[in-house]
């Protein structure tokens, strides 16, 4: 029993030993042959793009190649933008989606300026003026999405009460109908009696049927549904022409400020560097360029370690306490727009289950 327990954890043994020399081995295998050949591939795609001319015909037709595919990814996304969010109609949106794809395809193959600015485009957004569009385009997006719903839910609970007044006051007017009824029966069972019969033969009641007050209900309620619409549809259009004004400057903005960092960042040393880094400096010897940072020392810092000093730290607080009330706000907003749908969703509840309500007439008769 003892050499056959020795035996099983020998083959143990042997087997983890042989899996783990696998694991290394493939381990081994993508560290140095498949990261290799991959950082090899994008390295080159990324020459062949960022080339100002291409060397020859075969770097020609994979620029074309790069382009096209961003075109085509881009081109999909502005259409479906277009018709899924800013709510354009389909034929407008396959055009408007057309003509930016193949300017942009021109634009990105043809200018090597365009291609610059536009893949840096993504970068720009972590920048402190891409943090704040990014900032304002998601409050205004949730503005604008929540704001409807809010109005949607408000206008659903005034049909409900239009639905109660309208409801009660035709029950109300209609009773007349229930008193004729009545009277009607009472006429002919009084006229079995001969000793309660009149002394014409016949009971005369007289009814005022009061038409003019229906019709002023229905014009009442016609004339609220008919504003209620309108302020639905304005509100729709605002909306709408919001979301295309913000879109269209964010884009516009977007595009600016890619330019302007990319200007910046090639003719000035300065320019979003605020620390003074082993790379920064060992580019700066190699180039001659030492005397730059020298200059520059007041508005560069040195890191000395990771302890963040006391204006950064301030700095890091700013943007927090900025980021902290905008979520604030967009967080009443949803809280807001939550209360509003479950006080409608508990009046229409409520309303549905309301019973029928009982009514007394006295009647004096003579």
């Not at 042959?33 to 090899?40: D, E, P, R, Y």
């Not at 840096?120 to 304002?136: A, D, E, F, H, V």
């Not at 949607?152 to 229930?178: A, D, F, H, Y």
């Amino acid at each position: 029993m003892g050499v056959t327990e020795h035996r099983n954890m020998g083959s143990l043994r042997t087997g983890l030993g042989h899996i783990s020399f696998s694991r290394v081995r493939d381990y081994a295998y993508c560290e140095d042959s498949l990261f290799s050949k991959v950082h090899g591939i994008m390295s080159e795609q990324w020459s062949i793009y960022s080339k100002p001319v291409p060397a020859d015909s075969r770097e020609l037709w994979v620029l074309f190649l790069q382009c096209s595919c961003i075109t085509v990814l881009l081109g999909g996304l502005f259409y479906n933008w277009l018709l899924a969010s800013l709510e354009y109609p389909r034929h407008v949106s396959i055009t408007m989606a057309i003509t930016f794809s193949l300017l942009l395809l021109l634009a990105l193959f043809l200018v090597h300026p365009v291609r610059c600015a536009f893949s840096i485009t993504m970068p720009t957004l972590g920048t402190k003026q891409g943090r704040k569009l990014l900032l304002s385009t998601c409050i205004m997006i949730a503005v604008v999405n929540i704001t409807p719903n809010i109005i949607s839910n408000i206008e659903t609970l005034l049909k409900v009460i239009l639905c109660i007044s309208k409801n009660s006051s035709e029950s109300l007017l209609n009773s007349t109908g229930l008193l004729e009824n009545a009277l009607r029966k009472l006429e002919d069972e009084i006229q079995n009696y001969a000793i309660l019969k009149p002394m014409d033969g016949h009971i005369h009641f007289s009814l005022v049927k009061n038409s003019s007050l229906i019709n002023q209900v229905h014009l009442a309620d016609e004339k609220a549904r008919k504003d209620l619409l309108a302020v639905e549809v304005l509100v729709k259009d605002c909306v709408r022409a919001g979301k295309r004004l913000v879109a269209a400057f964010s884009v516009l903005y977007l595009c600016f400020e890619s330019i302007c960092y990319l200007k910046n960042y090639l003719t000035n040393l300065c320019f979003d560097n605020v620390y003074i880094t082993k790379k920064l400096q060992r580019l700066a010897e190699e180039r001659g360029a030492s005397h730059l940072l020298v200059g520059s020392a007041p508005r560069l810092i040195r890191p000395m370690g990771l302890r963040l000093s006391r204006e950064e730290l301030m700095l890091c607080l700013a943007q927090a306490l900025h980021l902290s009330v905008s979520l604030l706000l967009v967080l009443l907003m949803v809280a807001l727009e939550h209360l509003i749908f479950g006080v409608a969703d508990v009046a229409v509840r409520r309303m549905a289950q309301l019973s029928t309500v009982s009514v007394m007439l006295s009647i004096k008769y003579q």
